[in-house]
């Protein structure tokens, strides 16, 4: 162990003391760590990368070390700054403007990162979407958001119907192709012209920098709208709950398709100026130890789905690998069980710390710190600035140890301001001050929150949420299939499965292959994380009289559960 290692776990944290932390902090406070214009203006890309490659201190500090299965580069601030920039360049020669969504569907690579951050630099707003996506995701999602450009990758265009999203004017594509038409451009060449210099678009806090598309139990995924102003929260965050410090190298597992691969692993750790580890491709545990001994990682940010993996992979795996480096090592997405919670202090000697939060609160809310005493099971406390009660549905705070809607009062730097298209959905958020958040916890006495479960049908599977009315209606593309009703399933490794429940049209017969063919259907027509592992075929699906699928009703049969109030099944 060194001495870095050991100096962190006697107690030298960025928050000294949590208590002190949330009577003392405002977020104002945290405006004068940011550079601003001339013009009293910003931009979360300066912030992140160009004030760190301006500074002659850390200009050549390895700020992303990228490591895949056949690819292993890293790249300096001054790098970051300089490949933005010229990408930015492109999008401006390209008549992209302020406003603009550009979207990106691509794997992990650098050339994600400065088309990220050109994005950002040109004042539009990014919409990242997670490579695993088929067809119909990727058009729900470019049509809903009405984006003019696309930067993806020749093998993943099959996957975009370009015919059927008008408003999508230009791709980007990485990588070798056959293109000739005037939609397409060529990223390496357009790159190899463009100048290393830009002027950056200098915009408000209030204006848009991201869209995040996640799902509701109903309705087609939506788009939930980030705002510059975010980076306050990331900023703070990463200090007071990853403890990020100067010479940490830090990790964070989330694609960029997830919230949690943007806040935490783009804006995060580079808005502190920290070396940040991005692991593209799939792996192994084996793979996964790998990265965090080969490169040194000191602070390690990922999700109970991936410890479970690791935990499967048996303490052998993990004895095979010097893991001495990583000093603090945190969760989110979902529960973070008893078992794994003590896999972590078996492989690490450390204690995983749990933090609560969502796509649409764009930041850390309800954390454990180093600074404060850990009750395993619970999500921790609030995050200094951030007022979390658990209230009725009337919006009025209940006592403590009573079970309810987790809420938080509104007006925290990272809150989604808009759902894209549809003001109706966002203003369903609030109940008076509060968000409400679609969780149920409840607060002990001493203040800490712990998780109860979702208070609506979205599906937590492998830590990714999924809205039951997508895989519904996908299902009943499907020629075979009349009604389909989705619930989650309880599963110890992934935490819930998605479970299927369908009736079949007049003419086919239940067999193994059809429902192998039904859920090869949803895979390759939206994503493998949505596809059902478990179909199973009923004479008729519940609803109520207005024609509402009757999940809980599935769910409550699925579980053998009293099935509770049917007075509003249909006959
Ligand atoms: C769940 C973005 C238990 C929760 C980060 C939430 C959690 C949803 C935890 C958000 C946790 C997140 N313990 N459940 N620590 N963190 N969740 O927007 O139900 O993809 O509402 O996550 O994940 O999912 P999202």
New binding site residues.
């Given amino acids: 162990m060194d001495v870095k290692t050991l100096a962190a776990r006697k107690g030298e944290h960025n928050m000294k003391d949590y208590k002190e932390a949330y009577e003392k902090f405002d977020w104002e406070s945290v405006k004068s760590q940011f550079s601003w214009s001339e013009t009293g203006k910003v931009n979360i890309a300066h912030e992140a990368i160009d004030r760190h490659a301006d500074n002659p201190d850390k200009k050549d500090q390895v700020a992303l070390i990228y490591s895949a299965p056949d690819r292993e580069e890293k790249h300096t601030f001054e790098d970051l700054k300089f490949s933005s920039n010229k990408f930015a360049n492109v999008l401006k020669k390209y008549d992209v403007k302020k406003g603009d969504r550009v979207f990106l569907f691509m794997p992990r690579s650098p050339e994600f990162y400065a088309a990220f951050f050109g994005i950002l630099k040109v004042g539009a707003i990014a919409g990242p979407l997670f490579e695993a996506f088929m067809e119909q995701a990727v058009r729900d999602r470019l049509e809903d958001s009405e984006a003019t450009m696309l930067i993806t990758t020749p093998e993943l265009l099959e996957r975009v119907p370009l015919e059927q999203l008008p408003h999508l004017k230009q791709v980007v594509l990485v990588g070798d192709h056959d293109k000739t038409s005037d939609t397409f451009i060529d990223y390496h060449k357009e790159m190899d012209e463009a100048s290393k210099d830009f002027d950056i678009e200098w915009v408000d806090l209030e204006d848009g920098m991201l869209l995040h598309y996640?799902s509701g139990s109903t309705g087609k995924p939506k788009g939930v709208y980030h705002v510059h102003n975010a980076m306050l929260q990331h900023y703070q965050t990463a200090k007071w709950v990853l403890d990020l410090q100067e010479d940490d190298v830090y990790w964070c597992t989330a694609d960029p398709g997830?919230?949690?691969g943007t806040s935490y692993g783009i804006f995060a750790p580079w808005l502190n100026g920290i070396t940040n580890v991005i692991r593209g491709g799939r792996f192994t545990p084996d793979d996964w130890y790998s990265t965090l001994s080969n490169h040194n990682v000191s602070v390690w940010y990922s999700a109970p789905t991936a410890f479970r993996k690791l935990m499967g992979a048996g303490a052998e795996t993990a004895q095979k690998h010097d893991l001495s480096s990583v000093r603090h090592i945190l969760?989110?997405?979902?529960?973070?069980n008893p078992e794994v919670i003590s896999w972590g202090m078996k492989a690490f000697d450390l204690r995983i710390h749990?933090?609560?939060?969502?796509?649409?609160t764009g930041g850390m809310m309800i954390c454990n710190y180093p600074a404060m005493d850990m009750r395993p099971g619970s999500?921790g406390k609030p995050f200094p600035g951030i007022e979390a009660a658990i209230v009725d549905n009337d919006g009025n705070e209940l006592p403590a140890n009573q079970m309810g809607n987790l809420a938080l009062k509104k007006g925290w730097p990272s809150m989604m301001r808009a759902v894209w298209n549809n003001p109706g959905k966002y203003e369903s958020y609030f109940l008076g001050d509060w968000y409400v958040?679609?969780?149920s916890a409840y607060q002990d006495e001493d203040g800490y929150f712990w998780?109860q479960g979702?208070l609506d049908d979205?599906i937590?599977t492998s830590?990714?949420?999924v809205g039951p009315f997508e895989v519904e209606s996908k299902l009943i593309e499907h020629e075979a299939v009349a009604e389909a009703g989705v619930i989650g399933k309880p599963d110890p490794e992934r935490g819930e499965i998605i479970k299927a429940f369908i009736t079949l049209r007049d003419g086919y017969e239940e067999s193994d292959e059809l429902l192998e063919e039904i859920r090869q259907f949803v895979k390759t027509g939206l994503s493998a994380h949505a596809a059902p592992r478990e179909i199973e075929i009923k004479d008729s699906i519940p609803k109520t009289r207005s024609g509402k699928i009757m999940r809980r009703l599935l769910k409550s049969w699925e579980l053998g559960l009293p099935t509770g109030d049917t007075s509003t099944l249909e006959e």
């Fill in positions: 996640t997830w919230v949690t969760s989110v997405g979902e529960p973070l749990d933090t609560w939060w969502m796509t649409e999500m958040s679609g969780d998780f979702r979205v937590n830590g990714e949420r």
